[in-house]
């Protein structure tokens, strides 16, 4: 590994963040979603940090603002620090002396008012025990199960509508999320939602949904969706060992300015943008319609391309920064749609809109298809509004190039959805009435009540 400096490690990281999100793309089967969107999510906070760090001057005070940045970016939590180690090392550099101390984790935590609130656990047998204690899960309803490809693993997500085991004042609902990774079998069944029951042990995880359904996984955590839990048993365990919450909250770097040269900020505000439609995949009824390939292709070597001009001597900057910001905009069509709201009307950027409409949306399938993605939430009441049913589908799709793209569909009120493990890990014959219904072998089958033009 080399020793380099605070500023070309935090371009190394957006360079490899882009080819990192390029890998997870290729190969429609293998889509991560949520790896996708988590290191988008990255560069939601740190964009105009990095430009606004590279054009700084002089080269200490560029230094200064670079590192001030990565710690920045690593104070999230354990999780983002490693995640920042390990593709530092992958570009060939050794980052972790340059980051503070890592921050002391705290499990829960308190809100504005000083009351405590959960933090995410992990599932293990003592924290079903505590679930047990303060949720009645005999009575519970699921409302939403998702299940999703996470590269060569499965991943998955049940959230529980369940009675208080104690006694909290209003009628509001509260509902126990889990959160399971490596998931190695699933069966559900939307007509067979009412109780649960949780187990964990050595071997893993098995969460067990009406008569018949199951989520087995290698490991699981656990949430609480419930605005009384500082009334539960486990949130009166935890008031006194959660820390009281700081008098003034840290504040960002001064790296958040925006930058001062006129072309850097407007590569900023592209490269921005560009990250806001990658990480859009949060919605996985966007999955298919972001151009995750086309983005990567465009904004390949991004973090080098800021690099090289701010390099350039003052009067030449302005101009590589736009030539820069031309690049990313002119390698994807899709961009190019996106940015025009961020700009005025007599911007130079504006020329570069295509007057085409965006590609249309595809709306038919092929004889063959694979699983990536099936959500479902039932009908429910949030806030006092009623809620309809809904699901969403990814499906991987072979494309004309003979690569796998993806598609997603939505069904906005399905009367029935049935889930098996086995669809979500080979191509199935898909059968495909728009408004009606989606069948994959015999392991996966959606249909509507009725004829749904949003289906």
């Known amino acids: 590994m080399t020793k380099a400096s605070a500023m070309s490690m935090f371009a190394a990281l957006l360079d490899r963040s882009v080819a ?69 090392a992958v570009a060939g550099h050794r980052l972790e ?19 405590v609130r959960p933090g995410i656990v992990p599932l293990t047998a003592t924290a079903v025990a505590s679930v047990g204690e303060d949720y009645d ?15 060569p693993e499965l ?53 067990r949904v009406g008569a018949q359904g199951h989520l087995r996984a290698a490991s699981a955590t656990v949430w609480f969706d419930d605005r009384s839990w500082h009334l539960s048993h486990a949130g009166r365990a935890a008031d006194p060992y959660t820390p009281r919450r700081p008098a003034a909250p840290r504040k960002p770097p001064r790296t958040q300015l925006r930058p001062a040269c006129d072309g ?13 439609e990658i990480r859009s995949v949060r919605y996985a009824k966007l999955v298919g319609r972001v151009p995750l390939r086309e983005l990567c292709e465009a904004l390949a070597g991004a973090g080098d391309g800021v690099l090289t001009a701010a390099g350039q001597p003052p009067a030449a900057r302005n101009n590589a920064f736009r030539r820069l910001a031309e690049k990313w905009i002119t390698g994807s069509p899709s961009l190019a749609h996106r940015i025009a709201d961020r700009f005025a009307d007599v911007h130079w950027a504006r020329a570069l809109v295509p007057t085409s409409s965006p590609r249309p949306t595809v709306t038919d399938l092929p004889a063959q298809a ?9 009908a429910h009441t949030e806030f006092g509004a009623a809620r309809d049913a809904s699901a969403v589908v990814n499906l991987a799709v072979s494309q004309d190039d003979g690569t796998w793209g993806l598609r997603a569909i939505e069904f906005p009120r399905p009367a029935h959805l049935s889930l098996g493990t086995a669809a979500l890990t080979a191509p199935n014959a898909a059968s495909y009435t728009a408004g009606v219904s989606l069948s994959l072998g015999g392991d996966f089958t959606v249909t509507c009540r009725e004829r749904d033009p949003g289906c």
């Open 20 to 88: 990192r999100i390029g890998e997870l793309a290729a190969d429609g089967r293998c889509f991560d979603r949520q790896a996708v969107v988590e290191i988008a999510d990255v560069w939601d906070n740190h964009t105009f940090p990095l430009v606004g760090a590279a054009v700084s001057r002089p080269a200490w005070l560029r230094e200064r603002r670079a590192r001030a940045a990565l710690g920045w970016m690593a104070e999230p939590g354990p999780a983002r620090r490693a995640w920042m180690v390990e593709q530092a």
């Open 97 to 115: 002396p340059l980051l503070p101390p890592p921050a002391q984790r705290v499990v829960h935590y308190r809100d504005y008012q000083g009351v």
């Open 137 to 151: 899960l005999a009575r519970a309803q699921v409302r939403g199960v998702r299940v999703e490809r996470a590269g």
């Open 155 to 207: 991943c998955g997500y049940v959230a529980l509508a369940a009675p208080r085991g104690y006694h909290a004042p209003g009628d509001h609902e509260a509902v126990v999320e889990l959160f399971l990774s490596d998931v190695q079998a699933v069966e559900f069944d939307s007509g067979d939602r009412a109780g649960a029951t949780l187990a964990a042990d050595a071997a893993g995880v098995e969460v």
């Open 264 to 276: 850097a900020l407007d590569a900023a505000m592209v490269l921005h943008q560009a990250m806001l």
């Open 370 to 378: 694979q699983l990536t993605l099936a959500a479902y939430t039932a």
